[in-house]
């Protein structure tokens, strides 16, 4: 069981991280559509806070990859980097929002989207930039937040507190290039 467990996460994370993805393209899928992917067109998702270590984007690179086009890249050792992943989708792959967090909040990113230890976060999401953080949504254990699906291909983040769910508040979007080793978000208005 625990072997099918990890191959199954083995093959999310291929899907998070576009298999073979660069980290300047999953960097720039991030900030050029995931403020597309509320219909409302407000940018504000919700979803649990993933590191990025198994993909290989680290914050200089990042920063490098936009150009510093965010005032946090100028103090790059403030933050973590990290991504919201509100929604895995069937074919459609996973749309990973990259964040930047201050290091003083104390949060830290879980390894994947149905671990009892993540942090919810609301982040606005804006073109060319990082998604920034509007609040801790929700901590383990609050159930303000949770993960439906159990990790699982066709699975997001639902937030009952807020009246917020992944199939009722997000545009589709298509990553499935990711498993051509693409890994570029796209989303249609």
Known sequence: MKKIYIVVMLVIMGMLTGCAASPARITMGSVDNA???????????????????????????????????????????????GAVVPVVGFSAG???ILTLV??????NGCKYMSASNCTFLKVQAEYGKFATVVQVASV??????????????????????????????????????????????????
């Open 102 to 107: 201050l290091k003083k909040t104390g949060i």
């Open 140 to 189: 383990p254990g609050d159930e303000k937040c949770y993960w439906t699906g159990g990790g699982m291909i066709g699975s997001g983040t639902v937030c009952p507190s807020y009246k917020w769910d992944y199939s009722k508040d997000l545009r589709s979007f298509d990553a499935a290039s990711a498993f051509t080793g693409n890994g570029v978000l796209s989303v249609t208005k």
């Open 94 to 96: 996973s749309a990973p």
């Open 35 to 81: 403020y597309k992917l509320a219909k409302d067109d407000s940018g504000i998702v919700y979803g649990p806070f993933v590191t990025t270590q198994a993909i290989g984007v680290t914050i200089k690179n990042a920063c490098d990859d936009i150009k510093n086009n965010d005032l946090r890249c100028s103090h790059q050792d403030d933050y973590v980097i």
